[in-house]
């Protein structure tokens, strides 16, 4: 049959299961969108406001659902408008696809046979920072064979951003084209380790008595949280999460320890200094700290039998030594671990790890009523954990918060439990602010059937608030929830723990008083239903509301200052510096 080349692109994204677009429209990729409402292959396109907005609602449906959303540009200069973007899709290994036009060199016309095989065009390393891989397709004849290449990288075992550059000729251009299912293309199913190393960590872990599982964002993405529940419950293991693997364990699982790295707590960073076997399940480690040990450095793992597996060989023992390593997606190694583990387990280690996950649940009851007195849960000023606490009480289990850059995603990990996988998104150190709004429309995109809702800081919030306006277009009930920061203050002269004063990062006006928008009217003019609160005891009611909404929603809460900066004072700063130094 014959096709052009945008026509390729939209049935190639299709079978590739790619059910939203997203982008910017021009002329550079006016081939691409037409292509997308050709009968049969139609996608919805889903027109942004900001081109770096486009990566991020990619970003939010990949953390929701697993699969990956395109995005559409019209030239390749956008990779460098949504750099920061696309930087944080690869640090936190996000799928998405971007498409970008532009005209071919004078040497290769549209119909001709030149090359698109990896490594003919031009790769990241050569463009620009923040992708995986990144090609120029040179000639229509390899178009399809470029689509299976971008799909095969973006989905690959540790999936990222890839580019694609699609010349506006070859868009346009029309030739014959075979079809073929480029869905089975794909690999399937995952990889498996070696059986005589998971023997080898069944023996460890046999003796071990105070074995620990830590848990990244590779469980989840593996779905193999069913499988990590039940390795830790046979092992009468505590279960640590770093980075993206937040809800591989619901924050109510009795073996749930809590959290290490840079958004961990104090529990889990005490628990993981004090166990013998620690078993990392899909984490790079990257972002575990060191300690300061009075002027040297100990890595948290310092003295620890370290097995550590991942899908990818490079991972391995990259950032600390391991006693064992296995290559292998989180979900088999999972189940042939346990398998592994048949008869092997003595009854008298059995005794000695219960003590230990005794000491386990002590700490994280300590840890618990140290972040329920700082929640103000009997306050009538609304301090920065208290809308965590009533959203909670009106959202399903399942249903999927997104929240905005900097310190309060820290805040929502204390005072938020997480009871289902892919519920909590947060960017990565990468991003600074304007992730939030379209990573929550990605989200909703991706699971229409959940309770969307946005938590963003105000400073955050105004660099990407006209993407309201999509999710008003196209009828994408969203629940935007603004602390703005210019409410009454809770603690006058207060220091941050930095020793700098707060007020030094608020929007004020040359005499100090705090400068503020009104964004529930804000959000009204975008035409979305809009609430404005005051006091505590009005948050659950409006909240209740808001989810009520039949379409997009915001509630702005008038939060105190000086108290979304850090839920902790300075003595809990210090608190958790000692804790640390004693991992030691």
Request: hydrophobic share 45%.
């Amino acid at each position: 049959m014959k096709l052009t080349g945008g026509q390729v692109i939209a049935k190639a994204l299709r079978a590739y299961g790619v059910r939203y677009v997203a982008g910017v429209p021009g002329n550079g990729n006016s081939g691409v969108l037409e292509g997308l409402n050709t009968p049969g292959a139609s996608i919805p396109f889903i027109r942004v406001v900001n081109e770096q907005s486009a990566v991020h609602m990619a970003d939010g449906y990949f953390r929701a659902c697993g699969s990956a959303m395109a995005v559409v540009l019209p030239a390749k200069t956008g990779i460098f408008t949504a750099s920061a973007a696309l930087s944080n899709c690869l640090s936190d290994s996000c799928g998405v696809l971007l498409v970008t036009g532009d005209r071919v060199s004078d040497d290769i016309t549209a119909g001709s046979t030149g090359s698109t095989q990896p490594g003919s065009g031009w790769d990241a390393d050569s463009a620009c920072g923040g992708l995986k891989r990144s090609w120029k397709v040179r000639a229509f004849p390899e178009l399809s064979q470029a689509m299976h290449h971008a799909f095969a990288s973006v989905l690959g075992a540790r999936p990222g951003p890839v580019h694609l550059e699609v010349p506006l000729e070859i868009q346009k251009h029309t030739d014959h084209v075979h079809a073929e299912s480029l869905q089975n293309r794909l690999s399937q199913g995952g990889l498996r380790g070696d059986p005589a190393l998971f023997e080898r960590v069944a023996s460890l872990l046999a003796s071990a008595e105070r074995p620990v599982i830590l848990a990244g964002g590779g469980v989840v993405a593996a779905d193999a949280t069913s499988e990590l529940k039940e390795l830790a419950e046979a092992l009468s293991a505590p279960v640590l999460v770093a980075g993206n693997g937040i809800g591989a364990i619901p924050d109510d699982h009795d073996l749930n320890a809590g959290s290490v790295g840079l958004a961990g707590n104090a529990c889990g960073t005490e628990l993981l200094g004090k166990a013998d076997v620690i078993v990392a399940v899909g984490s790079r480690l990257s972002d575990l700290s060191d300690v300061d040990g009075g002027g040297w450095s100990v890595s948290e793992l310092a003295g620890k039998k370290l097995i550590q597996i991942d899908v990818e060989k490079n991972e391995i023992g990259k950032r600390y030594p391991v006693e064992v390593g296995i290559v292998a997606d989180a979900k088999s190694a999972l189940v042939d671990l346990k398998s592994a583990l048949n008869g092997k387990l003595k009854r008298a280690t059995g005794a000695r790890r219960q003590a230990f996950i005794e000491l386990m649940r002590e700490m994280r009851g300590q840890w618990w009523n140290a972040v329920a007195s700082k929640s103000g849960a009997h306050e009538t000023l609304i301090r920065a954990p208290r809308p965590f606490l009533e959203l909670r009480k009106v959202l399903y289990r399942d249903a999927i918060a997104v929240i905005g850059s900097g310190a309060l995603a820290q805040i929502a990990r204390e005072h938020f439990p997480v009871y289902v996988p892919r519920t909590f998104l947060s960017p990565g150190a990468s991003v600074a602010g304007g992730w939030a709004v379209p990573a929550a429309i990605g989200a909703k995109l991706a699971m229409p059937a959940r309770q969307v809702v946005c938590v963003v800081e105000d400073s955050d919030f105004l660099q990407s608030m006209q993407e309201m306006a999509v999710s008003v277009m196209h009828c994408i009930p969203v629940v935007f929830v603004v602390f703005n920061q210019s409410g009454p203050e809770f603690v006058s002269g207060a220091v941050g723990s930095l020793g700098v004063r707060r007020s030094m990062g608020e929007f004020s006006l040359p005499d100090g008083r705090p400068y503020s928008l009104a964004f529930s009217e804000i959000a009204r003019s975008f035409g979305l239903d809009a609430w404005r609160v005051e006091h505590a005891s009005q948050l659950e009611g409006v909240f209740r509301r808001a989810l009520d909404s039949t379409g997009p929603a915001l509630v702005e809460v008038m939060v105190a200052r000086h108290e979304t900066n850090s839920s902790a004072t300075p003595n809990d700063v210090k608190l958790h510096a000692k804790q640390q130094a004693s991992v030691a």
